[in-house]
Structures are given as structure tokens and as C-alpha cells.
């Protein structure tokens, strides 16, 4: 993960969670996609909200590395 602002995310997660890939799957992932599974992830309550926002470059950050290096799709139009 080369991105800034993804860097910086992760820095922060690993001072604050044992396991960053497992926070990542299920306060992310799973709160979202599953919300009758806890946790849940309310959009309309400001932490959760602060919480995914600060999240969102490293899981962008993530897919793309994971289409580029799975799927080989450059980011570059020339390849």
C-alpha cells in the first residue's frame, strides 16, 4: 500500500487493533454488507460515519492493489 493517506490509516489501526485485517473484515466488510450481525454500522450515527470515512482510503487503497496484482488491470492507460 503505497497511498498516504492509507498508510497513515493503517499506522493508526495498528496502535488500536490487534488485527487489522480481521477489523477491517468485520467492522467494514461485514457491519455493512451484513447488518443484522454485530457489530452493525449505522450511516446515520456520526461515529460510525467518521469511522468509515477514515477507513475508506485504506480500503480503496487495497482494492486497487488487489485488481492490479489479481485481475492485472493497471491503474495506466498505457499499460
Known amino acids: 500500500i503505497k497511498d498516504d493517506l ?3 490509516r ?3 489501526l495498528e496502535e488500536q487493533e490487534e488485527d487489522v485485517p480481521e477489523y477491517l473484515y468485520k467492522s467494514g466488510r461485514c457491519a455493512v454488507a451484513h447488518a443484522y450481525f454485530e457489530p452493525i454500522v449505522d450511516p446515520d450515527d456520526a461515529k ?3 469511522r468509515l470515512s477514515q ?3 485504506l480500503i480503496k ?3 486497487e492493489f ?3 496484482t489479481n485481475l492485472k488491470v493497471s491503474r495506466s492507460i498505457i499499460g
Do not use: F, K, S
Open 10 to 12: 493503517i499506522n493508526v
Open 55 to 57: 477507513d475508506i482510503w
Open 6 to 8: 492509507a498508510r497513515e
Open 61 to 63: 487503497a487495497i482494492a
Open 66 to 68: 488487489l485488481i492490479e
Open 48 to 50: 460510525d460515519q467518521l
